[in-house]
């Protein structure tokens, strides 16, 4: 069955750290795969996704993932995190020519000072 | 650009009671939306998928008589949680696609109607 895993519940950082978000996923064929983040309250907004091509892909706010087929992986990362940046992240996927979004269980970020 | 709002952001209403969410695209035409619903620190949970002009598709185990939805225009789709009762209070979150090209299968996410049923 097609699934999306975030491993990682819960993670924190200092702020000015490194971070790498977790997201594998199990499909027929190579999916396309979007990360989100959510605030407190409020709905997604897109950070960036992967359809074909290069397979590091450029974000907002900072944010880079990796698609590595040999590890079915999407990895999120960002050199240098900020305060801001806490919140809950989603990794997602749907097969090309169906456009249903399964939904990784969520990791959440804290920040701290 | 791909903006999609829901209303009310809030709502309470009393057990037994309908209440009537809607998700407008603002700048784009929607063939497909989507209801989810998102329990606390939980993941989204797909409803239903619905397409202009056609009957909405449930994942199973939704009701679709207790959560009726409407997709009457491009740039509209209604969730009326009928009877409704505290169990039903939760977030729920619209998103539309765009009709052609590969956005088709990007999905532009409302920022969520929160439910309280008392």
């Known amino acids: 069955a097609q699934s999306v895993t975030q491993p990682d519940i819960h993670i924190t950082v200092s702020e000015g750290a490194s971070l790498e978000l977790r997201c594998n996923y199990s499909y027929g064929a190579t999916p396309y795969l979007f990360w989100y983040v959510q605030s407190p309250g409020q709905g997604l907004q897109l950070l960036l996704k992967?359809?074909?091509?290069?397979?590091l892909v450029q974000g907002i706010k900072g944010f880079e993932a990796e698609f590595k087929r040999s590890q079915s992986s999407f990895n999120l990362r960002k050199p240098s995190v900020h305060w801001s940046d806490a919140a809950e992240y989603f990794c997602a996927g749907n097969s090309g020519g169906y456009n249903k979004l399964i939904f990784g269980a969520g990791t959440r970020l804290a920040v701290h000072p | 650009g791909a903006v999609v709002s829901q209303h009310p952001s809030w709502v309470i209403c009393k057990s037994g009671t309908s209440v009537k969410i809607e998700c407008r695209s603002l700048d784009f035409q929607a063939t497909t939306m989507f209801w989810y619903r998102q329990f606390p620190k939980q993941s989204l949970m797909l409803m239903a998928t619905?397409?202009?002009?056609?009957?909405?598709?449930?994942e199973q185990g939704v009701e679709k008589d207790k959560f009726l939805i409407n997709h009457a225009s491009l740039t509209l789709s209604t969730l009326t949680v009928t009877s409704a009762h505290p169990e039903d209070s939760s977030f729920y979150i619209c998103s539309a696609s765009i009709a052609s090209g590969p956005s088709t299968y990007e999905q532009y996410f409302g920022p969520g109607t929160r439910l309280t049923v008392t």
């Open positions: 992967y359809f074909s091509g290069d397979t």
């Open positions: 619905s397409n202009e002009g056609s009957k909405a598709t449930y």
